[in-house]
């Protein structure tokens, strides 16, 4: 089982929250592509004559329903990924506009 860590709420300004986060979506991101290459290759073996050498399973019904497995997966795990950085940037302007109104009242 596959434990994706998502930091969609409550992460501070500071540099460590922000960096670990980032590394988390693109963590994401390259599981995605992976799950897809994967699912791509599986496509392959089932419309190639590579499913019937000895040893693999004969049924390209098989391999297809890998693939399609791996790329509803693939597109779950992409679609985490753009939603954190959606939260992200969004906090990040939360952020920022609460820094500028707090200097703002400071100033006035």
């Known amino acids: 089982m596959v434990r994706v860590n998502l930091i969609l709420f409550h992460t501070r300004g500071t540099l460590g929250k922000e960096r670990r986060a980032l590394m988390t979506g693109r963590n994401l991101y390259i599981f995605a592509a992976t799950l897809l290459l994967f699912s791509l ?38 679609l985490m990924a753009v939603l954190q950085h959606m939260f992200e940037q969004a906090e990040r302007r939360v952020d920022a506009q609460r820094r500028r109104d707090r200097d703002h009242k400071r100033r006035s």
């Open 41 to 78: 290759v599986s496509f392959g073996i089932s419309l190639t004559g590579i499913a019937h050498e000895p040893g693999s399973p004969a049924d390209a019904v098989l391999w297809r329903t890998i693939g399609l497995f791996l790329l509803v997966i693939s597109l779950i795990a992409a």
